[in-house]
């Protein structure tokens, strides 16, 4: 019983001693660096008075309001392609033997139609393969609710840079497979949102687990979050006591 106690001590103050130098490693770098891949103005759209954009890979449709988002600042996270440039999926590897977007992702170009202004692209856990927001090429972005202890992935970049309101960011879009909007919300004290599965295109977002993969976004006004789903999400489908039908 006393061997017993003392392994499980020693275990626990080794656990103490590596947490302490993992905390260490995640408070260093800055902000911005650890955040952004680069801050860019995204290519612009031409304003439209509603449109909306249909995915030969989903059913999904995106109906745009009419200019609904004007006056805000979104960053995307490096998973969503970009015309002319390449999603870099957190990984030099991947960013270096992959070509550049031929064309914008409908989920960027809807949210540009309706007023909203792209600022950069955010860091994410490499391949989207992680749930702690790491990254052992790019650094881990610095979580503003906690300093020094994890963000949260694998959207960590887009979570942080709207939880510390970074370069004038009021929303963010992420991804989220199996928490990867979620979680990283929960760790930075913002709002994330990961609608029901197919009912935002995920054309144009580099697949990780196709029968999971959601466009999600993060906001730290419900106003705010509430707006973005409006002009993601296809209108509901009427009600069967709605007067008009």
């Excluded at 992680?130 to 963000?151: C, D, L, S, V």
């Excluded at 960011?169 to 991804?175: C, M």
Aim: net charge positive.
């Amino acid at each position: 019983m006393a061997l017993r106690a003392l392994i499980v001590a020693g275990a626990l103050s080794l656990g103490a001693i590596l947490w302490r130098g993992r905390r260490s490693r995640r408070a260093g770098g800055g902000q911005t660096r650890d955040v952004f891949v680069e801050l860019v103005a995204l290519p612009a759209t031409a304003p439209t008075s509603a449109s909306s954009f249909a995915s030969s890979s989903t059913s999904a449709t995106i109906v745009v309001s009419p200019r609904s988002l004007d006056g805000l600042r979104f960053a995307v996270k490096d998973i969503f392609d970009v015309e002319g440039r390449v999603a870099g999926f957190g990984s030099p590897a991947w960013a270096a033997t992959h070509a550049p977007a031929a064309r914008t992702a409908p989920a960027i170009v809807a949210l540009q139609s309706a007023g909203a202004v792209g600022v950069g692209m955010t860091h994410m856990d490499e391949l989207a393969y992680g749930i702690n927001g790491e990254n052992a090429h790019y650094g881990t972005p610095k979580n503003p609710a906690a300093p020094g202890r994890i963000p949260g992935g694998s959207s960590s970049g887009s979570a942080v840079a709207v939880a510390a309101a970074l370069h004038g960011v009021d929303f963010a879009l992420g991804t989220d497979s199996g928490g990867s909007v979620r979680v990283p919300a929960s760790y930075t004290g913002c709002y994330g949102f990961r609608p029901t599965h197919g009912a935002v295109s995920v054309a144009g977002v580099v697949p990780f687990a196709g029968s999971f993969d959601t466009v999600g976004w993060f906001a730290r006004s419900p106003d705010v979050l509430a707006h973005v789903g409006r002009t993601l999400l296809p209108p509901p489908p009427p009600r069967a006591d709605d007067p008009e039908i």
